[in-house]
């Protein structure tokens, strides 16, 4: 998937990137198989439903969503999304990563709840995943589950307040978003169970 996105920070500490609401992103469409065929999958156009701030940090397993709902002319603070995720790559025209399955989605009050359980547990069992990678990636929703308890940060910061210059406009991806390939995170083989952890 491939979002285009203003940045907001970007410095040792913290990349902050803004995903506005109707901003256009490619996602996933999967086309059902004949009985003999495997299933098509290709990048589709849609528009995204909700203004984002996604806050990634520099050598984290995870990045940290800030969303706002819009009800007419008002804006809302929507909660937080946890995405388990790899550690991000810099690109000549962003920004790579791939995502780790296991969620955590938390409510403007501070409740949350664990998404995609399940499929991290089918992913193991499908030999996508090693037992100790997709253990790591739970090691690493609690660790962001109890900041987000303590009131630490990036849940601390004041970001639900964040709103973004009056004068931006709604980015689009570049014209050859498609053509540089993907940068791969140099710890993968291990992620995917084909060698042994380090």
């Known amino acids: 998937?491939?979002?285009?996105?203003?940045?907001?920070?970007?410095?040792?500490?913290?990349?902050?990137?803004?995903?506005?609401?109707?901003?256009?992103?490619?996602?996933?469409?999967?086309?059902?198989?004949?009985?003999?065929?495997?299933?098509?999958?290709?990048?589709?156009?849609?528009?995204?439903?909700?203004?984002?701030?996604?806050?990634?940090?520099?050598?984290?397993?995870?990045?940290?969503?800030?969303?706002?709902?819009?009800?007419?002319?008002?804006?809302?603070?929507?909660?937080?999304?946890?995405?388990?995720?790899?550690?991000?790559?810099?690109?000549?025209?962003?920004?790579?990563?791939?995502?780790?399955?296991?969620?955590?989605?938390?409510?403007?009050d501070r409740s949350w709840e664990w998404k995609d359980k399940q499929e991290l547990a089918a992913r193991i069992q499908q030999g996508v995943y090693s037992a100790e990678f997709a253990a790591a990636v739970r090691a690493e929703g609690e660790r962001l589950v109890a900041a987000l308890e303590r009131n630490a940060p990036p849940f601390s910061d004041g970001w639900e307040r964040w709103l973004p210059p009056s004068e931006w406009r709604i980015p689009g991806l570049p014209a050859d978003w498609d053509t540089l390939p993907a940068t791969l995170w140099e710890r993968r083989r291990w992620a995917y169970g084909d060698i042994a952890p380090p």
């Open 1 to 108: 998937m491939s979002w285009p996105c203003s940045v907001v920070r970007d410095d040792a500490e913290l990349v902050a990137l803004y995903i506005p609401r109707g901003a256009t992103f490619k996602t996933w469409s999967v086309t059902p198989a004949a009985p003999s065929w495997q299933p098509v999958r290709q990048l589709k156009d849609a528009l995204w439903r909700r203004d984002t701030l996604r806050l990634m940090y520099p050598g984290a397993h995870h990045s940290v969503w800030v969303s706002w709902a819009s009800e007419g002319s008002e804006r809302q603070f929507h909660g937080y999304y946890i995405n388990m995720e790899e550690p991000f790559r810099r690109t000549e025209i962003g920004f790579d990563t791939n995502d780790h399955t296991l969620d955590v989605v938390v409510a403007p």
